[in-house]
Every structure is written in structure tokens, then in C-alpha cells.
């Protein structure tokens, strides 16, 4: 089973109340702080939304970015075909066509 997300958590705590409320307390309370946990539910999946959407725009801009570029700087670390060596993020180079790396 995968890790759950915090909205994931927050939709088992809904039932959990919502579960308790209803085998224990049928009261207005009750029932007010179940609707609280509800708009808090909505409010962080609309926020986790948002993220989502700027780091959708972020990757787009990036994207853009280098999209007439022959070689592009790698952003993650490899080992290089040609020496053989760990290269870090920033020092080798990714042919954009291809998505071959190698060192500088």
C-alpha cells in the first residue's frame, strides 16, 4: 500500500466522525463539528489543487524554456557512458532530441 496523502488522512478522519456521530450522537454539536471537518476537507483539497496547478505552470515555463535548445544542462545524476563518471545535476549536458547525457 502506497503513503497516504494528507487529504487522504483528512477523508478518514471525516468518516471516522462522521461514523462516530452517528452510532453515539445524534446532537446539533455533533453535527456541527462534522460540517466544520467538511469545509475544512473542501478548503485543503482546494488548496492541493492550486499546488498542483502552479507546479503544472512552473514544469510548462520550464519546458518553454529549453524548447529551441539543442543541449540542455541534466537535472538529475548519471553516470556518464563515455568516462564513467557520477555527474551531478547541473554538469553534464542532455541532448534534447534524444535525451542522451554525457559530460561536458
Not at 497516504?4 to 471525516?14: G, K, Q, T
Not at 489543487?49 to 524554456?65: D, F, G, V
Amino acid at each position: 500500500m502506497g503513503l497516504l496523502c494528507s487529504a487522504d488522512l483528512v477523508y478518514i478522519v471525516l468518516c471516522y466522525t462522521s461514523l462516530f456521530c452517528q452510532t453515539t450522537d445524534t446532537s446539533a454539536s455533533c453535527i456541527q463539528a462534522l460540517g466544520e471537518l467538511s469545509v475544512l476537507t473542501i478548503c485543503h483539497l482546494q488548496l492541493a489543487q492550486r499546488e498542483l496547478e502552479m507546479q503544472r505552470q512552473e514544469n510548462l515555463q520550464q519546458i518553454i524554456s529549453v524548447y529551441d535548445q539543442p543541449l540542455v544542462r541534466n537535472t538529475e545524476m548519471f553516470t556518464c557512458p563515455i568516462c564513467f563518471e557520477e555527474i551531478q545535476p547541473g554538469s553534464g549536458i542532455m541532448l534534447r532530441d534524444c535525451l542522451h547525457v554525457f559530460c561536458e
